[in-house]
């Protein structure tokens, strides 16, 4: 039998476990602000870019390609041959992703150095729609092998596009960039490492 002490008791009591129930999300959303500050802390104050994410790959000989060619592009198929002995770019891009019409301006910048030779692997993509991008926006690849499936995206360790592979002309990985290019990842990370491998080449 419940007394009416026993009722005054009770209330304090769940007040408090209300109270600390309520908090909960407040302490969830303040774990989350603190750790997407130290990210951008590191991104823009310290100067790292997150994006470049480390791969196994590099410094390794690139995974062997042989993927059909985008029909309709007038563009090479992309295997083995198409790079063999060339300074290449290879950039993992799709006409539904947001991020590679972004940076498309970049690589035909790009397209214009006589040092690089630029290929693309088109992901899991529909062929009307892939020539559609490069109609509205133009082509920068020597050659384009198409990938429907992943397979050769998976083989080459592919986090999500786009995504790009500096390849040297002995076949090497040089350089990794996860995400679209902008001027900082070019100047910091794409074209020191295009200058080195030109200059090691030169030499």
């Known amino acids: 039998m419940t007394t009416d002490a026993d009722n005054t008791e009770l209330k304090p009591r769940r007040s408090r ?22 990210m951008l802390y590191d991104q823009d ?21 042989t993927l059909p060619p985008l029909e309709g592009s007038n563009t090479a198929a992309l295997t083995d041959g ?3 002995g060339k ?18 301006p970049i690589l035909k910048e790009l397209a214009n150095d006589s040092r690089l030779n ?13 020539l559609r991008f490069l109609g509205e926006l133009g082509n920068p690849y020597k050659a384009i092998g198409v990938d429907p499936n992943g397979k050769a995206a ?4 592919v986090y999500g596009i786009p995504e790009s592979y500096l390849v040297g002309p002995d076949g090497t990985i040089l350089y990794k960039k996860v995400g679209p290019f902008d001027e900082r990842s070019l100047t910091q990370g794409l074209m020191p490492a295009i200058e080195k491998a030109s200059t090691k080449a030169g030499s």
């Open 118 to 130: 630029i290929v693309g692997i088109n992901y899991k993509d529909r062929n009307d729609n892939a």
């Open 154 to 157: 998976i083989d080459w360790g």
């Open 17 to 38: 476990a209300r109270y600390a129930l309520a908090l909960i999300p407040l302490a969830v959303f303040a774990g989350f602000a603190v750790i997407a500050g130290k």
């Open 45 to 65: 104050v310290n100067g790292l870019d997150v994006s470049a994410i480390p791969s196994a790959l590099i410094g390794k000989t690139a995974p062997s390609l």
């Open 82 to 84: 198409a790079m063999k």
């Open 87 to 104: 300074l290449t770019l290879v950039n993992v891009f799709a006409s539904w992703c947001v991020p590679c019409r972004q940076e498309h």
